[in-house]
């Protein structure tokens, strides 16, 4: 027992980890968001077609929504789709899978780098119960992937220097792969390979062979991508997202005067950026952006992770630790991907760094424990050791209501909660009518546009995607969206004219339609889990 | 001859702040908060306030506080933080916006140098300390309740209890009229206190607490939620993200938080963040760091405010900021020829030039339009409450 209690606990926490990503996944976040549901289909369209919905043959890029999403996810949850089906838990299933599978690996990787078993099972055991990592594991969320692959490259590049060249090629194909994964690594992984070369030049000069494979075998293999970038529209999405389109800082920095000093500005602007990382609100209150702004959820650590953070940094600064320049070069580079878009800084776009975080998280918490164990007296050592489960006893709960009750409510809306029932009732009534009519408008405090409803129709009616790639679609030809294909139309309800068509099904929100709705006509209404209605469902009455 | 270099070189960096401060002043000015009432006039119902003229003086007492101070500390070096202070753009905002926290660090700091004076010249460190415990006593509500915590700190941390008697029977007689104001005017008392610490009556908290708690318990988990999710629970984490936010390094290097709620200049320039993390790093292996711990105490005025950081109550905590900055920057300077340390040198070097530039031009050329985006009026000219 006693010599198999490693793995016994290995095990353990692993089960922990895949019960805390696996359970309710379906349900809880309350519905596929608009990118699950466009990886969906697009997997779906490759899996029976090879091509995907625009009738790209094994495209490197998916042109999804005109954001070019990055091709690994998709291929992967073909796979997923090929053996559960098309539903909503074969869509998540790899999030679950890979996000449990990173668990075992981490303390394998931490095990073999630091040779040391105890801080190899309490990093597992943090990266299990890890709230940002649950979270995003929960969905379809392509940088969980990215970072299970992320953990593998560098762990090979690491024992590149002391093992054979297999390692050179494993560490130059999972780096490349996690570039083919998710857009942050497009850039993280040739920041850090390239830093990691500078900062270790004298290492790397001892295994220049093992160097030039390393590079070649990257460039090989990243060249797909290069031209994926250049002349498919991959490149799209980066220059979309940079900082210099930043909305603060064009309107309120620059308030729109140009100077000789604006780069410079812009980098102050960036470096304001980078250190916000830093941010106590963001590592341990509301980062994971799961509750209302301005209001408690849940942060990238829990609360009572901050003694273990703090002391963790000491440990890590003062402590003999193998490839430690490898570990601030990811860490410090892992950040500069996000720091550099247009966007709020997201937690789900570091996951690549989750594990470094983590690993200082776990160091700070052995040396707390043998702080405790140090105090002279018992009851000293009772009244510490007791309190701080307290705590984290109630951190627990917190997160838990956090996932449980406040996360559906608060953000129902925006991982577009109510396009499932709206397209199941579809499927289920469509042979009734002539038309479906969908007006893309919706929102709680006002009406904004969502483009991709089509999306949802064709993923739970399992719309045939050979029917799908062939058929004629008609788009708008103004800046009104338009957008119609078969029975299905995608537009404005204009509610004066509509209510006079007979046979057609009209799907809108609140604001699509008048309050003083005939009797009978809604025939059914669809709720966010707040509460408030998403959706109605209304043919009218004659 | 040497005291006399040192001097022009003092009267040099003065000149230049000074200077630093009229670029400020003529495209700001006359920007300003609303005048804080002295505390103990506010208490017996009379408006006594910092004149305007007295900022610019005690921003010069500040810093030939801050050089007399880095004097007994880095002895040769002493110039260097009278020069990051003058170069931080913090403070000079802050004195052409009449901040009553200028007038307040000038006693901190007299505080301070008696306790550096305090081993040898027993008598002149008290009777500064004295002085500093009164200025800030009768001026602001907050420090005043302050005074015991660091007091206590300081006897239990640094200093015996048998040097500080001689004062501490002086502080109790000189603040025993104050505290007869407070206990006859205790309605007064009660308005400032409330006024003072905002982060206990944050109605956003409250509301947030019955938002958790109805939703729970419309799901069944009315119990855990109330276990967990309650206004004591959420207080004393607010406090502690409060708390522990003042500490990060990107509200005094980055514009992070803005500098009179409105300007994109950083409260100290971010070629600084180099020798500051430097100097923590080494500082924190030293025993000096307790005084390192007991100062941070002086971020609570921001913490108890109503903004998550005030940039305005923080200035107090500046000078620790300075203090180590200058620490990190004579130690890289002693150390420069070490190939890293000649590296981390020129560095903050370039950064501190490049941004001076940097910003020079941006309060020339958008300063004023900000505040006027900012506040959406121009008549007024207030940046809120103190």
């Known amino acids: ?542 | 001859m040497k005291t006399k270099k040192q001097i022009s070189l003092f009267a040099g960096i003065l000149l230049l702040h000074y200077l630093f401060l009229t670029l400020i002043q003529n495209n700001l000015y006359p920007i300003h908060f609303d005048p804080k009432k002295l505390f103990f006039s506010d208490l017996i119902g009379k408006s006594l306030y910092v004149p305007q003229w007295l900022f610019y003086i005690l921003e010069a007492g500040n810093l030939i506080l801050l050089w007399i101070i880095s004097k007994k500390i880095f002895n040769k070096y002493s110039l260097i933080t009278p020069f990051v202070y003058s170069v931080s753009p913090w403070s000079s905002y802050l004195v052409i916006a009449g901040s009553f926290y200028i007038y307040l660090l000038f006693f901190i700091l007299v505080g301070f140098y008696g306790l550096l004076l305090l081993k040898y010249k027993n008598f002149l460190g008290a009777l500064l300390i004295s002085v500093a415990i009164l200025g800030v006593g009768y001026s602001s509500l907050t420090l005043l309740l302050l005074i015991p915590a660091v007091l206590l700190i300081t006897v239990f941390k640094i200093i015996s209890f048998k040097d500080l008697k001689i004062f501490f029977v002086i502080i109790t007689f000189l603040l025993f009229p104050l505290f007869f104001l407070i206990q006859t005017h205790s309605v007064a008392f009660r308005n400032i206190l409330d006024n003072e610490t905002k982060i206990f009556s944050d109605p956003g908290l409250l509301n947030m607490v019955n938002n958790y708690q109805g939703a729970a318990q419309q799901e069944g988990l009315g119990k855990l939620a109330k276990i967990s999710e309650n206004k004591y629970l959420f207080t004393v984490e607010n406090i502690l993200l409060k708390y522990t936010k003042q500490l990060v390094p990107s509200n005094y290097f980055t514009p992070q938080e803005k500098l009179l709620n409105f300007s994109f200049t950083p409260p100290i320039l971010f070629g600084f963040l180099i020798p500051f993390v430097y100097g923590l790093y080494h500082l924190i292996k030293l025993p000096q760091r307790k005084v390192l711990f007991l100062s941070s105490l002086l971020v609570i005025p921001s913490v108890l405010s109503r903004n998550m950081v005030d940039l305005n109550r923080l200035i107090i905590f500046a000078p620790v900021v300075i203090i180590v900055i200058s620490y990190g920057l004579i130690e890289l300077i002693k150390n420069k020829k070490k190939k890293i340390h000649n590296i981390f040198l020129i560095l903050t070097l370039i950064l501190i030039i490049l941004q001076s530039l940097v910003v020079i031009s941006d309060i020339q050329l958008r300063e004023k339009a900000r505040f006027t985006k900012y506040y959406e009026f121009e008549q007024n000219y207030e940046v809120g409450k103190q």
């Open chain 1, 1 to 542: 027992m006693r010599k198999h209690f490693v793995l016994i606990t290995l095990i353990l926490i692993t089960l922990l980890g895949g019960f805390l990503r696996f359970y309710k996944n379906t349900e809880n976040p309350p519905s596929l968001n608009g990118d699950e549901i466009s990886f969906a289909y697009t997997a779906y369209s490759i899996l029976n077609t090879g091509r995907d919905e625009y009738g790209k043959f094994l495209p490197i890029t998916f042109q999804a929504v005109g954001d070019y999403k990055n091709p690994i996810p998709g291929y992967i949850m073909a796979i997923s789709i090929k053996l559960f089906g098309l539903n909503d838990f074969a869509v998540r299933f790899q999030n679950f899978f890979i996000g449990t599978l990173i668990i075992p690996s981490f303390f394998l990787f931490l095990f073999k780098i630091f040779k040391e078993k105890r801080l190899a099972l309490v990093g597992s055991f943090f990266l299990a119960i890890s709230s940002w990592h649950i979270f995003y594991s929960r969905m379809e969320y392509e940088y969980i992937i990215a970072s299970f692959f992320v953990l593998l490259g560098i762990w090979f590049f690491m024992k590149m220097f002391d093992g054979g060249r297999k390692w050179t090629f494993l560490s130059a194909f999972f780096l490349i792969l996690t570039m083919y994964t998710a857009p942050a690594p497009r850039l993280f992984v040739p920041v850090f390979i390239v830093t990691s070369l500078i900062f270790n030049f004298r290492k790397f000069k001892t295994h220049r062979n093992k160097i030039i494979i390393f590079v070649s075998t990257c460039v090989i293999l990243g060249l797909p991508l290069v031209y994926a970038t250049l002349f498919q529209g991959a490149g799209t999405r980066l220059t979309m997202v940079l900082i210099s389109n930043d909305v603060e800082f064009q309107r309120y920095i620059l308030l729109n005067s140009h100077s000789f000093f604006d780069f410079p500005m812009l980098i102050f602007f960036w470096i304001k950026r980078y250190l916000s990382y830093l941010d106590p609100n963001f590592l341990f209150i509301n980062g994971l952006n799961m509750t209302v702004p301005g209001t408690f959820g849940l942060g990238v650590l829990y609360l009572f992770e901050l003694p273990f953070l703090l002391l963790g940094i000491i440990e890590f600064i003062k402590r003999k630790i193998p490839y430690k320049s490898i570990f601030v070069i990811w860490l410090l580079t892992g950040i500069f991907p996000d720091s550099i878009t247009n966007n709020q800084i997201h937690a789900g776009r570091l996951l690549h760094i989750a594990p470094i975080i983590i690993l200082i998280t776990a160091l700070g918490a052995i040396r707390f424990c043998k702080w405790i164990v140090s105090l002279s007296k018992v009851y000293q050592r009772f009244i510490v050791a007791f309190g701080f489960s307290f705590v984290a006893v109630l951190v627990f709960i917190h997160a838990f209501l956090t996932f449980a009750v406040h996360f559906p409510r608060a953000k129902g809306e925006s991982f577009d909660e109510g396009l499932k029932q709206a397209a199941l009732y579809i499927r289920d009534h469509q042979e009734s009518y002539n038309e479906i009519v969908f007006d893309p408008r919706r929102g709680i405090e006002g009406p904004y546009l969502v483009s991709n409803p089509y999306l949802y129709v064709l993923f739970y009616t399992k719309y045939d995607p050979k029917t799908y790639q062939t058929e004629t679609k008609i788009h708008s030809k103004d800046s009104t969206y338009y957008f119609k294909f078969n029975k299905y139309t995608f537009r404005q309800i204009d509610w004066t004219v509509d209510q006079d068509k007979k046979g057609v099904l009209f799907i809108g929100s609140p604001w699509s339609f008048p309050k003083d709705l005939k009797e009978g006509e809604i025939l059914e209404k669809i709720y966010l889990s707040n509460g408030y209605p998403a959706f109605y469902i209304v043919s009218p009455k004659w």
